[in-house]
């Protein structure tokens, strides 16, 4: 009995010692496969340690498997989880780290799925260490290229493509801003073409500002100060152009430039931005300019209105936190629309510069054209290089007459006598000539043909202009619309007057 016993408490032994080192197979979420080999018992134990922030472990146990097993199937995932083991870490040093190792892995896998989730990782990375904007934007302006690279690299991923795009309105609003803080900064100083090349980046390149109407406002208020300074300036009445004076003609044009330049930027403003608070700043001042005021459309109006919708403004919690926070306040940045990919061509003072010297040198030699054709003989005849003048041409103003007492010119050209052939009035018709149709000559049995179509006429079934112009006029929003899709509470907009 006592030996039967202790067969069965042998056996019992042996059967739990055999199961114990046997190793189970068991699923692998990341890899999605099972298996019973040690390379999987490393992988395992490296993402255990990395559950309980045991990072340096994990990073041992994912080398060993990599330098061990280097046909593994766990080698992809080995070498981006020693990224993420950076990552999770944290810290400067270790966030440069981790990107060194997301970007080897796109290197060695390029076509697995996982290289979009590095790429991505990399942007936020930079993302995570941006600063506020009127700091370094170094990280800013890198973490713009990332998420730029994900999106044109990996279209397919349509779940990180999507993540990608909203952080990058996130750091493009950012960005804006900057360039808004410097434009503003030239412009207080009056260094309009400064202010003029930052805000003309700007509007164009990043149109999904939160402040994009005070930019463009600030834009036309550069141009009408450089009318101010133009008018201010002496006009040169001597020849030649003396220091301190500017040439009537190239004066003129660069007024004229200057004012297409700030009705553009008024225009844009209530055509592109309907429902933002400058609509009625700019109506103003194109009134002020006499200029017409345009109309938004209804597609406008909606665009504009679901990103303001989009948009949400810190609380005083927020505003606090942003006073002592490092990272910027990113709730402006507008949830809707597509981030711009490509940047513009960008535009320098020198530009600027440069463009109203084209249109002050058009304006001198237009000016000159004008001074030589009225220009007049003081001999009475005319240059060699001119026509003579016709009998039947009236009179020229400035042209010297003749004196009475003149003797005719033998050689002067008279006009000829009507030939005998010549229709004369009150000839009677020739009964060949050929007569149009009319009633009277379908009557007699001839056939009318159809008049040739005209180019402005109106064919049967195609609509009037009159009736284009209501269709095309049907699609502009009405006071109504706009006034109701404004914010009830308008923003504390303060009047920008430079030193």
Known sequence: MLSRVSIIAFGGMLLVFTAGCTNKKSANPLANIGSKQPD????????????????????????????????????????????????????????????????????????MPEAAEAQLKIANIQYQQMEKADRDYTHAKRAEDEYRNLILQY??????????????????????????????????????????????????????????????????????????????????????????????????????????????AYSKIITRYPIMDRVDDAKKRLAALHQPIPRPTKAAVAQNRAEDESRRESGAFGRLKGMIMKHPDVAMATKVGEPSLVDPMPVSAT????????????????????????????????????APPRSDAPPSTGAVAAP???????????????????????????????????????????????????????????????????????????DEEISSSKKKKKKGLKKIVPF
């Open 40 to 111: 999987k018992v490393l992988f395992d134990r490296s993402m255990d340690a990395m559950k309980h922030n045991r990072f340096e472990v994990a990073r041992m146990t994912l080398q060993t498997l990599i330098n061990t097993y280097p046909d593994s199937e766990f080698i992809a995932r080995a070498k981006l989880a020693v990224g993420d083991s950076w990552y999770a870490e944290g810290g400067t040093a270790s966030l440069a780290q981790a990107e060194q190792e997301y970007r080897d892995f796109e290197t060695f896998f390029p076509n």
């Open 155 to 264: 279209p397919d991923n349509q779940k990180l493509v999507a993540e990608g795009k909203q952080r990058l309105l996130e750091v493009q609003e950012v960005l804006a801003d900057r360039e808004y803080g410097i434009g503003r900064f030239y412009y207080l100083r009056q260094s309009y073409p400064a202010s003029i090349a930052r805000l003309r980046s700007l509007v164009e390149k990043y149109p999904l500002y939160s402040k994009a109407d005070e930019a463009l406002y600030l834009l036309g208020q550069n141009a009408e100060g450089e009318i101010e300074r133009m008018r201010a300036t002496p006009t040169c009445t001597k020849p030649g152009i003396p220091a301190g004076c500017t040439n009537e003609g190239a004066k003129a044009a660069m007024i004229q430039q200057f004012t297409k330049d700030a009705t553009d």
């Open 404 to 478: 009475p007492s003149a003797v005719p010119d033998p050689n002067e050209l008279k006009p000829a006598a009507p030939a005998e052939n010549e229709l004369q009035p009150n000839v009677a018709p020739d009964p060949n000539e050929l007569k149009p149709n009319t009633p009277e000559s379908q009557g007699t049995g001839d056939q009318a043909l159809p008049p040739p179509p005209q180019v402005n006429e109106i064919q049967p079934g195609q609509p009037s202009s009159s009736a284009t112009a209501d269709s095309s006029s049907s699609s502009q929003a009405t």
């Open 351 to 386: 530009d600027v510069v440069q463009g109203v010297a084209r249109a002050a040198a058009m304006g001198v030699a237009s000016g000159d054209k004008r001074l030589a054709v009225e220009r007049v003989n003081s001999s009475g005849t005319p240059p060699p290089s001119e």
